[in-house]
């Protein structure tokens, strides 16, 4: 089991930037490919972007592509997002998952969630 807490959301204005990071407990925590979804408020939870558990493999969603970059240390058990060049229809809560089956971008592929870290652009 592992479990997963999400931090470096806040307020940004269009064209800013801002990394999240995600913070994983648990023996195994390197085991798990991680992704990164989001939810705006009325919307459905939508894929980010995924990394396999080595860090060779990315995968991201066409909204973010060029902008997103998702890594990862397994040293220090954390996964990260960096977010440039945000727009406002970024906003959302931000949620890491973790999963032992290979990266996918269908949240029920994941087992393991964060409670998720807000990220607000402004226009």
């Known amino acids: 089991q592992v479990q997963l807490v999400e931090s470096g959301g806040g307020l940004v204005q269009a064209g800013g930037s801002l990394r999240l990071s995600c913070a994983a407990s648990?023996?195994?925590?390197?085991?798990?490919?991680m992704g990164w979804f989001r939810q705006a408020p009325g919307k459905e939870r939508e894929f980010v972007a995924a990394?396999?558990?080595?860090?060779?493999?990315?995968y991201y969603a066409d909204s973010v592509k060029g902008r997103f970059t998702i890594s990862r240390d397994n040293a220090k058990n954390t996964v990260y997002v960096q977010m440039n060049s945000l727009k406002p229809e970024d906003t959302a809560v931000y949620y890491c998952?973790?999963?032992?089956?290979?990266?996918?971008?269908?949240?029920?592929?994941?087992?393991?969630w964060g409670q998720g870290t807000q990220v607000t652009v402004s226009s």
């Open positions: 648990g023996r195994t925590a390197s085991s798990y490919a």
């Open positions: 990394i396999s558990w080595s860090g060779a493999s990315t």
């Open positions: 998952a973790a999963t032992l089956r290979p990266i996918g971008s269908y949240y029920y592929q994941y087992d393991y």
